[in-house]
């Protein structure tokens, strides 16, 4: 039996005309030959208006029930889709997260799927019936209801997918993968394939269309993902793995950024390993994420430790800092706030030497002061002033093709 899992997200069934065409997109999928399941996101912004109406009656609304109020979402958009293709001739079925025994774990809102019982699946196959599951939910083994974070619809795709061993293709509002946001980026590329590995780096630095895990479980589980627009013919984005045929002719396949961390700099904290732990230990211990670090010594003994962490986080590092300022009252910092973090993202780097060097060439030739750098195997990321973010982007974008030619 030849099983797709087509997931269709909440721009793509915003309104009823859009779920009547959604449903003939499937009908067509059948015709192929397919045993179609369809993974369904709510209906347009219904996610975050739940969410707000949530908000109006507590600022601090109870998790289990919230999550009892987001799982209606989906339920609404399963039973409309579900409608529609059976008033178009076909047989279909829709279930809740709950029916199809989405198991997961029992944090509300950030829940993590354990497995899936397929059995309704395929009983249903067996009556010739197309399943219409809803995404973004799950069950706790005591029946309360869970949702798996914001954009979890791919990840429960992905999981359907795995259990019955079916590909899996994700259908959105862009046409693919881009080289980078078209809202940052707009010549951007769209990318035809690109390896699991790159788009788990996209996805982890926010920049690709799919939520983290779901890229993550499609790797783990060998899962062939495709993703494309809902509603246009083209060609999307294959997801492989490395190997199977050519990628891109590019080193480069993606850039990302954001302005959304800070840069901390500590200043004559005495050198030494046990003082990095203690930093690093006490940002940790409050869950603090620290991106980039990098750290120097001077002669007389000192360091000088600079790293990024979120906005958000400002306060805890200035008050783990400045309580060790009570004890050693040279050790000084600086905030800098007005930092955009750049990334690209490329295989081709594991076999191309000299990227950094041409990434730092674009950037000396325009007078750019880089202020961090790190690396990693397929991925540079560096920081400038956020106010040349902009300028940046376009420089790298055209240096690495990863803009379309007219
Ligand atoms: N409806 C949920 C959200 O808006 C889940 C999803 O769209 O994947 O986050
Ligand atoms: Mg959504």
Redesign the pocket.
């Known amino acids: 039996m030849n099983i797709v899992v087509q997931k269709y997200?909440?721009t793509s069934v915003g309104s009823v005309d859009k779920i009547k065409a959604v449903a003939d997109k499937i009908i067509k999928k059948r015709a192929e030959g397919f045993q179609v399941v369809v993974i369904v996101?709510?209906m347009g912004k219904?996610?975050?208006e739940l969410l707000s109406l949530a908000k109006a009656i507590s600022d601090t609304p109870d998790p289990r029930e919230m999550d009892m109020l987001?799982t209606t979402?989906?339920q609404v958009a399963i039973s409309l889709l579900s409608m529609a293709l059976i008033s178009k001739g076909h047989s279909a079925v829709s279930f809740t997260g709950h029916q199809l025994n989405i198991q997961t774990t029992s944090l509300h809102q950030k829940a993590r799927i354990k497995d899936i019982s397929i059995s309704r699946v395929i009983e249903a196959f067996e009556d010739n019936k197309i399943v219409v599951v809803a995404?973004?939910q799950g069950v706790t083994d005591n029946h309360e209801y869970t949702t798996l974070g914001?954009?979890?619809?791919?990840t429960s795709a992905v999981a359907l997918a795995a259990k019955l061993g079916a590909r899996c293709e994700i259908y959105t509002d862009v046409e693919g993968i881009y080289t980078m946001d078209p809202r940052k980026l707009t010549k951007a590329r769209k990318i035809n394939k690109i390896s699991y590995a790159e788009m788990m780096e996209m996805a982890s630095l926010g920049a690709g269309v799919m939520?983290y895990r779901a890229v993550e479980m499609a790797n783990k589980y060998k899962i062939p993902l495709y993703v494309a627009s809902t509603f246009s013919e083209e060609p999307g984005t294959i997801i492989q793995f490395e190997g199977e045929d050519s990628m891109e002719e590019t080193v480069i396949t993606g850039m990302a950024s954001n302005l959304e961390d800070i840069q901390v700099t500590v200043i004559n904290l005495p050198s030494s390993t046990g003082n990095l732990y203690r930093l690093f230990g006490q940002l940790a211990d409050r869950e603090v994420n620290v991106d980039m670090i990098s750290h120097m010594i001077t002669e007389d003994g000192k360091m000088y430790v600079s790293f990024t962490i979120p906005k958000e986080d400002l306060s805890i590092a200035e008050d783990i800092i400045s309580n060790w300022q009570q004890e050693i009252p040279e050790i000084k910092w600086e905030i800098n706030k007005n930092i955009a973090k750049i990334s690209v993202v490329g295989l081709g780097m594991r076999t191309h030497s000299g990227v950094a060097a041409g990434v730092f060439k674009i950037m000396a030739e325009n007078n750019i002061e880089i202020k961090m750098v790190t690396t990693s195997e397929i991925k540079i990321t560096w920081v400038v002033d956020s106010c040349l973010e902009e300028k940046v982007i376009t420089l790298i974008g055209k240096g690495f093709g990863l803009v379309t030619v007219e």
Not at 150 to 154: F, L, T, V
């Open positions: 997200g909440g996101s709510a219904t996610t975050d987001l979402g989906e995404g973004f914001r954009g979890g619809s791919d939520h």
